[in-house]
């Protein structure tokens, strides 16, 4: 699977691939998942719950967005992949924090369903022909290629990652 090229993928996303190691990315993708996942699930639910500031989100609701951010770059892959033309939506981070349910939920379960999204992430990757890698398509008003979505979803839950350690203090 091909590092993607500045063209194919939002400017901005460029910053979440470079965090992604050379190497082969389902491979790299497994081994982040089963990382996640120990390094969280030895925190216990009271770290999980706490933030580093006031007003600033628990370490389940990083984790819940990871998992969210995951679930809506594999949307885009399919849609597009699959010869979607219309325009996909965009992803306002804050609207779905506010909405996804952390507060009544202990960070095994959050840990859990990242563990299971990620494993349905590689089926999908894994399953894409020569075709659907290279098809393009408009998510939040901006064009990007297939072959940009994994790179960037795993990027993504890097920095999120950087963040959990550098400011939480988690691992």
Request: include cysteine; charged fraction near 20%.
């Amino acid at each position: 699977m091909q590092r993607p090229g500045p063209g194919d993928h939002p400017s901005f996303f460029q910053s979440y691939i470079d965090r992604v190691p050379e190497g082969d990315l389902l491979t790299h993708l497994e081994r982040q998942g089963r990382a996640v996942c120990e390094l969280l699930a030895g925190i216990g639910e009271a770290k999980g719950a706490s933030a580093y500031a006031p007003g600033k989100w628990t370490v389940k609701r990083v984790l819940q967005h990871v998992v969210d951010g995951e679930r809506l770059f594999c949307y885009r892959a399919l849609c597009i992949a699959r010869g979607e033309t219309g325009p996909l939506p965009g992803f306002d981070e804050n609207l779905y924090a506010a909405n996804d349910g952390t507060p009544g939920l202990l960070l095994s379960d959050v840990v859990a369903e990242f563990a299971a999204v990620r494993v349905a992430s590689i089926l999908l990757f894994r399953g894409l022909d020569g075709a659907a890698w290279v098809r393009r398509g408009v998510a939040n008003g901006q064009a990007v290629a297939v072959r940009s979505l994994p790179w960037i979803l795993a990027g993504h839950e890097l920095h999120h990652l950087a963040v959990l350690r550098e400011r939480y203090g988690v691992g």
